[in-house]
Each structure stands twice: as C-alpha cells, then as structure tokens.
C-alpha cells in the first residue's frame, strides 16, 4: 500500500519571537563575480543566476572586475539620494499618522536598489514601478513638494486624486504611472522596450517587479514577448524577502533563485547585492549598455530586505522577529556607502550628521508646503465630477450630452 501524499506549503525558516535566520540566502565573498562583456551570450552567464555580484566588501572597500565605475562625488551624491529618500519616508509616514493621508508605503531598506539604478538610465528611459521605487524619482530630482501633493491629493495633486497615495506618475522624468495592480508594469516596459526598437530609438525601459508578483501571470507573459522580440529592457525583481505578509517562498523563491528563471526564456540575468549601491550601479549601467546596443534583455534579481511594513495597513510583528532587520547580512544601503566613504577618506561622521540635518530640513520644507495646500485632514475633497472635468472635455459630444442627461 502506496503512503498518503503531501502537499508541501513553504514556510519561513523562523516566526515571531524566534532567531532570525538568512542562511538561505547565500552571500558570497565581495568581488568573486567576474564582469563579462556586454555581449554575451545568456547561456554563459548562467552561473550569474545563483552567486551574487558584490562590491563592497565587509571592511568598506570596493573591490573586483565591478568596482571603480563611480568618483566619490557621485557617491556622495549616492548617498544623499538614499538619505533623502529614507527622511522622505519618515516624514510621509509620520503624516499618515496624524491623519493627512490616508495611506503610505515605505522603502526603508531598499533604497540602493532605485537610486543606484536611477543613475544607471539616461534621459528618455522609461521607468515601470511599483510602489517602492520612491527613489526612482528622488533620485532624478524630482520635486519632493510634487510628490507629497500626490501624497496628500491636494489642490496641488496633479493627478487630482485619481491614484491612491504613493502611485506617483511623472512621465518627464522617465516614470510611468504607478498601477495599483501588481505585476501589470512588467508587460507594459517590454511593450514600451518593443515600440522603441520598432522606431529606431535609442531609449530603454525599465520594468519592476517584487518578489510576490513574479508569481502573477503578467511576470511570465513579460518574459515570453521579451525572450521572442529581445526588446531593449530591464527586468528588476525587487527580492525584498516579504510580500504583504508571506516571505518569498510562497511565489516559489525557495525552490529557485528568481534569476534563474530568465534561464527558460533564453534572458540574461543576474543576482545582484541590492544594499551595495556600487553593485547596483554597476549592474544597472551593465544591463542598460547591453540593451542600448541591441543585445537584448536583462533580468535583474536584487538580493534586499523590507525593513518596514508592506504599508502602514500592515504589522509586520504578526509574521516575522521585530529584530530581523537588523540581522539582515547584506546590512543597511546607507551605512555601507559611508563606511566606504569614510574608508577612501571621502566622508566623515561630522558630514554625515550635517547631510543628515540638511535632508531632514528639506524634507520638512517640502512637506510644509505641502501641506499648504490641504491634506486628508483639512476635510472633504472635490467631487467625483470636479476630479474627471478634464477628462470630460474632452469626451465625444454624443457621450457628453449622454453624460448630462444622466444628471453628472
């Protein structure tokens, strides 16, 4: 008699109150990842998929065939981005909770991943986020004052209250409208990729994805058409370890590295230390060289952790250790580039704790003038059809007159 089968349904290797434990991720020694040429075949660099390119070891030092691509003056302005990226969302989420916004979603943590690769793009590349990638922006110098009236969906808001807070859209500065539904961005950048390559552009896109969405369907269709027309995009998976409250297991990160499921489609991938801001640079800069010169697609797997909640609708307390955070391996993306600026002689903690003063000024500037403008707190906001005239005037008159008979 045959035994009874089993369902196996992934688990984190620890819960609340237990020890963190990250030996499933895997960290090698800095500077063991070789470069390759930006031609290469996918096929050569399947090893990519399961090591981890690393630049900054663990004494602050930049070292092997990635480091070198950044003075210390675009370091220093590196870690500003980061910095003001995390003051930003310290700022945001204490407004949450007073009440002038209803929702907000941070990126504590994960702020190498979009500003070192905001660095990589060149004007013109179109970003697909999803709603972590503040950086993105930050990083391009968009104004933060632009963002927060998004935020509050004030008389500001340029998208007058159409998206819920935090769905940024900034078409001049290379960032596609934020979709609430995850995984929709990944389809949307190969298909943008594909219509630049059909013009004879030289524009690249960029499509984002975290870890829980590459189980969506769209992350598999995306691979197909990019694998089929070889379009010139990068595919990001923000490995951050934690969907909403289930860890990467759950969309099959156990059983695979998520690299290595560019493997079927015939994709270049990597996988990458997502809290080195030098590796992120230099894989981004990599992987969008590669796609300019026609050589196709390239899946990135950024290795990071979710130190935050999902959102402020969440209690990550529920379904992990409160100090997992700070067990992480890869560490803090901020700390790492000062310590390797302070080891190159480039920074200071003095500097630091000035750099620090001066984000939390600007951040709290902004922010006050933000909020000149109305926050959720203030009360009621337009009506539905004040939000959409816009819209409706530029509706067919057959649909305007239809619109008016039905009383709005």
Not at 186 to 215: E, F
Request: hydrophobic share 40%; proline share 6%.
């Amino acid at each position: 008699m045959s035994s009874r089968l089993s369902l196996h349904v992934p688990e984190p290797s620890v819960r609340p109150g237990g020890k963190p434990d990250f030996s499933h991720v895997g960290v090698p020694e800095a500077g063991e990842a070789p470069r390759p040429p930006i031609d290469v075949a996918p096929g050569e660099i399947r090893d990519f998929a399961y090591s981890m390119i690393r630049v900054l070891d663990d004494n602050g030092d930049a070292v092997g065939d990635w480091a070198g691509e950044l003075s210390s003056e675009q370091l220093r302005m590196g870690l500003r981005d980061m910095m003001l990226t995390r003051a930003f969302d310290a700022r945001m989420l204490l407004s949450q909770r007073q009440g002038k916004t209803s929702f907000y979603i941070t990126s504590l943590g994960e702020e190498g991943v979009a500003c070192a690769h905001r660095k990589a793009l060149s004007e013109g590349d179109m970003c697909f986020p999803t709603y972590r990638q503040q950086g993105l922006l930050i990083a391009a110098g968009w104004p933060l004052v632009d963002m927060m009236n998004s935020i509050f969906s004030n008389e500001k808001d340029r998208l007058r209250g159409r998206q819920l807070p935090g769905l940024y859209s900034a078409r001049e500065s290379g960032f596609f409208t934020v979709s609430g539904n995850l995984g929709t961005q990944y389809p949307q950048a190969v298909g943008w990729a594909m219509a630049s390559a059909i013009m004879g552009d030289d524009k690249i896109a960029s499509g984002w994805i975290g870890d829980g969405s590459t189980a969506e369907t769209d992350f598999h269709s995306a691979l197909v058409f990019a694998s089929v027309y070889r379009p010139p995009v990068i595919l990001n998976i923000v490995n951050n370890q934690w969907a909403i409250s289930s860890y990467q297991g759950i969309a099959g990160g156990e059983s695979a590295k998520f690299a290595a499921r560019a493997h079927g489609f015939g994709i270049a991938s990597l996988r990458v230390d997502g809290n080195d801001y030098l590796a992120v640079y230099a894989a981004s800069k990599w992987a969008a060289d590669r796609a300019r010169a026609d050589f196709g697609p390239t899946l990135i797997d950024w290795v990071t952790y979710r130190a935050g909640a999902q959102s402020t609708s969440d209690d990550p307390s529920k379904y992990r250790p409160k100090d997992e955070w700070a067990a992480w391996p890869l560490g803090d993306p901020i700390m790492r580039l000062k310590d390797h600026l302070i080891r190159i002689g480039a920074w200071s903690e003095e500097r630091m704790k000035q750099m620090q003063a001066e984000v939390d000024s600007e951040v709290l500037e902004a922010a006050k003038q933000a909020e000149s403008h109305g926050t959720l707190h203030d009360g009621p906001k337009p009506s539905t059809a004040s939000m959409f005239e816009d819209v409706y005037k530029e509706m067919p008159r057959h649909l305007r007159e239809q619109r008016q008979q039905l009383g709005f």
